[in-house]
């Protein structure tokens, strides 16, 4: 094989799956590299449990991957190559995680206590997650929120993803001199923050304005419905199967029972976003406090 056939490779440790890509044209790694930068997604030594090809012909399936066998996986490329990459090794991350719940959600830290803000997309959490960064919050992730399973929140650093109108992704750093060389330490989930849709229905009362603004609140959230809302937001793309082999004859009753306990140990809210940096003081307030502000 010539050296400008021999493939370039790429090891990351994704939460608790190795992932090893492999191929020929080292542009494809381009998104990759950027997306995961930070040290927590260094390999950890161990043999990877998956390892990918990519080549440059037409994907060969509609997911943009085919299985041959658990272990070893095929993949082709078509129109942006960079991005289906980075697509696909996160993708096969959330398929074989089997020590984490894996939730779609902003993750931040604020003085050792993990904050969630969970929602459906377009909800506003990238947004919301930035906004509290400039506040002093630490950055987990913008979209994904990994709870082990003895509850603890851990990093996920991953550039965040910030939704252009023409329904493109620009990825940002959220503090851009923040050192990535130290992996922050998990954390309990102190904070869960379940943000309203983007667009309530016409029977959902009017939201209080001030000069024509959608002002921020919070309300309560009961400790059951705060764990059923993350459990709907949790990303798996495991098979049933699979979920049965980490979580037993009732996967879903499992993975509850799991968050309602990391639930309980939370405070739990709704949350009507207004405009990202005035929510963002306000939930650093509450936060700081531990109770809401008399206005909210």
Same mark, same amino acid.
């Given at each position: 094989?010539?050296?400008?056939?021999?493939?370039?490779?790429?090891?990351?440790?994704?939460?608790?799956?190795?992932?090893?890509?492999?191929?020929?044209?080292?542009?494809?790694?381009?998104?990759?590299?950027?997306?995961?930068?930070?040290? /927590?997604?260094?390999?950890?030594?161990?043999?990877?449990?998956?390892?990918?090809?990519?080549?440059?012909?037409?994907?060969?399936?509609?997911?943009?991957?085919? /299985?041959?066998?658990?272990?070893?996986?095929?993949?082709?490329?078509?129109?942006?190559?960079?991005?289906?990459?980075?697509?696909?090794?996160?993708?096969?991350?959330?398929?074989?995680?089997?020590?984490?719940?894996?939730?779609?959600?902003?993750?931040?830290?604020?003085?050792?206590?993990?904050?969630?803000?969970?929602?459906?997309?377009?909800?506003?959490?990238?947004?919301?997650?930035?906004?509290?960064?400039? /506040?002093?919050?630490?950055?987990?992730?913008?979209?994904?929120?990994?709870?082990?399973?003895?509850?603890?929140?851990?990093?996920?650093?991953?550039?965040?993803?910030?939704?252009?109108?023409?329904?493109?992704?620009?990825?940002?750093?959220?503090?851009?001199?923040?050192?990535?060389?130290?992996?922050?330490?998990?954390?309990?989930?102190?904070?869960?923050?379940?943000?309203?849709?983007?667009?309530?229905?016409?029977?959902?009362?009017?939201?209080?304005?001030?000069?024509?603004?959608?002002?921020?609140?919070?309300?309560?959230?009961?400790?059951?419905?705060?764990?059923?809302?993350?459990?709907?937001?949790?990303?798996?793309?495991?098979?049933?199967?699979?979920? #049965?082999?980490?979580?037993?004859?009732?996967?879903?009753?499992?993975?509850?029972?799991?968050?309602?306990?990391?639930?309980?140990?939370?405070?739990?809210?709704?949350?009507?976003?207004?405009?990202?940096?005035?929510?963002?003081?306000?939930? #650093?307030?509450?936060?700081d406090t531990g109770a809401p502000s008399p206005q909210d």
């Amino acid at each position: 094989m010539s050296s400008a056939a021999s493939p370039h490779t790429r090891r990351f440790q994704l939460l608790d799956v190795g992932i090893e890509l492999s191929s020929s044209d080292p542009s494809h790694f381009s998104l990759v590299d950027r997306l995961f930068g930070a040290q /927590e997604f260094r390999p950890d030594g161990r043999a990877p449990e998956i390892h990918a090809r990519f080549d440059g012909g037409p994907s060969p399936s509609a997911g943009g991957f085919e /299985e041959p066998d658990p272990g070893h996986i095929h993949v082709g490329t078509s129109g942006d190559a960079p991005l289906e990459v980075a697509e696909w090794t996160f993708r096969a991350c959330l398929g074989r995680s089997s020590g984490f719940h894996i939730v779609h959600a902003g993750a931040l830290v604020r003085a050792g206590q993990g904050v969630l803000l969970v929602g459906p997309p377009f909800a506003g959490k990238t947004t919301l997650t930035l906004a509290l960064c400039q /506040e002093g919050f630490e950055y987990f992730s913008d979209d994904v929120g990994p709870l082990d399973r003895g509850g603890l929140l851990h990093p996920f650093r991953r550039l965040a993803g910030v939704r252009l109108t023409e329904g493109r992704r620009d990825y940002v750093a959220p503090n851009p001199g923040a050192a990535l060389s130290v992996v922050p330490p998990a954390c309990p989930v102190a904070w869960i923050f379940l943000l309203e849709a983007p667009f309530p229905s016409a029977s959902s009362a009017p939201a209080r304005t001030r000069g024509g603004a959608v002002e921020a609140a919070v309300k309560p959230l009961s400790v059951s419905d705060a764990a059923l809302e993350v459990l709907r937001h949790t990303l798996n793309r495991a098979s049933r199967e699979e979920l #049965r082999e980490r979580h037993g004859l009732h996967p879903h009753l499992q993975m509850l029972t799991e968050l309602l306990d990391i639930a309980a140990k939370a405070r739990c809210f709704r949350l009507r976003a207004g405009e990202p940096a005035s929510t963002a003081r306000m939930l #650093r307030r509450l936060v700081d406090t531990g109770a809401p502000s008399p206005q909210d």
